[in-house]
């Protein structure tokens, strides 16, 4: 079918980039100019209707048609091959689960994180090792990146205006991590959630940027599940006063410690959920404690409010916690990512409908002084 979208004549690329930046169509970063024939080749690669609407993404409701994702995702500078994982996350970030609408306007600092599992990581070089959360990898990178833009472009998320962040983090620009499944004692992230192990999928969270859990010293799987449980209980995250999900990334290091003593995942989110509360009398008078309400309306029902030394979880249930490995091997390391906090958002997982081909990591002369 012949794209829809409206054709600008440009004098060159760098016009092109600067009328970008002019109309507000970027994230702050130099875009890719989408021309007709990038935006078909990455079509091509989830061969739909480019009219189908994938999802109605807030605070503005637009229609994410596939050709305006394809837009899009040509300016991340993604590649064709990975066109259906930012399809698949555009789905679970437009689910009414996740409360897209609440993320997009919040003035917490919440941003949506992509968690890839499945084949698709490795066909794709999407890193789930060495410096998963940071620089180096395209296609972490530029498949973060095309969710934000799909965010700004369709959802109208501009900072200051629709978007209520009062501080944001760097995630807000690509937040995109795949799961080391290689190195987990456990079964991925997607088959907990009911996928097939040789499915490819995403799931998508609402959270903060990486909090690390620096742990070189304990020498058993409690030890390093308490230093990971004081991270999650401070009185500055929304979790511990609103609830919601929580998401624990467990290095390989810890990970392996773990595997040897026999902690199954269940294990360590009941071990977490346990551990990871603070007294009453710590709460009430900082935080986002608002008496009754804070009881009411997020907190357990059998937390004792007249009893200042309850301990207080840091989300309601061990079900609310999401454990997944991803880091290098070498480092004794693990990562808290604290939520929005709010009841009424949920991370969401989605299969990928189309496993691409590999992509070779390409071989480059450069400077490397």
Not at 108 to 126: E, Y
Not at 128 to 150: K, S
């Amino acid at each position: 079918m012949p794209l829809r979208s409206q054709r600008i004549a440009v004098k060159d690329y760098s016009h092109a980039v600067e009328l970008f930046y002019e109309k507000g169509w970027t994230d702050g970063l130099p875009v890719i100019p989408p021309t007709e024939e990038k935006v078909e080749a990455m079509l091509r690669a989830v061969e739909r209707d480019p009219g189908e609407v994938v999802g109605l993404v807030a605070p503005r409701f637009g229609k994410a048609t596939l050709e305006k994702i394809a837009v899009n995702a040509v300016m991340a500078g993604c590649l064709p091959a990975y066109f259906p994982v930012v399809v698949a996350a555009v789905e679970a970030a437009t689910d009414e689960a996740f409360n897209l609408n609440g993320i997009q306007a919040t003035t917490h600092v919440s941003a949506p994180l992509i968690i890839v599992n499945g084949p698709v990581r490795r066909a794709l070089d999407i890193n789930g090792g060495p410096n998963c959360f940071g620089q180096g990898w395209r296609a972490n990178a530029t498949i973060g990146r095309a969710l934000r833009l799909v965010l700004i472009n369709i959802g109208g998320g501009y900072p200051g205006r629709t978007d209520k962040a009062c501080l944001g983090h760097p995630g807000k620009y690509s937040y995109c991590v795949a799961e080391n499944e290689e190195a987990s004692p456990w079964e991925p992230l997607h088959v907990e959630r009911g996928l097939a192990a040789g499915d490819s999928a995403v799931t998508v969270f609402g959270c903060e940027a990486p909090h690390s859990v620096t742990d070189h010293v304990s020498g058993t799987g409690r030890g390093i599940l308490a230093t990971v449980a004081d991270t999650m209980a401070t009185r500055g995250n929304n979790n511990m006063y609103r609830a919601g999900e929580m998401a624990v990334v467990i290095g390989p290091e810890h990970a392996e410690t773990l595997r040897a003593e026999g902690w199954s995942k269940a294990d360590v989110r009941q071990f977490l959920f346990d551990t990871a509360r603070r007294p009453l009398r710590d709460l009430r008078d900082g935080g986002e404690f608002y008496g009754d309400k804070t009881f009411d309306l997020y907190w357990p029902r059998w937390v004792d409010r007249a009893d200042d030394d309850a301990r207080i979880p840091v989300v309601r249930g061990p079900q609310d916690l999401i454990v997944f490995v991803a880091g290098g091997s070498v480092g004794r390391f693990s990562a808290v990512l604290p939520g929005w906090g709010a009841l009424g958002s949920r991370s969401l997982t989605k299969k990928v409908a189309f496993a691409p081909a590999p992509v070779a990591p390409a071989a480059v002369c450069c400077d490397d002084g």
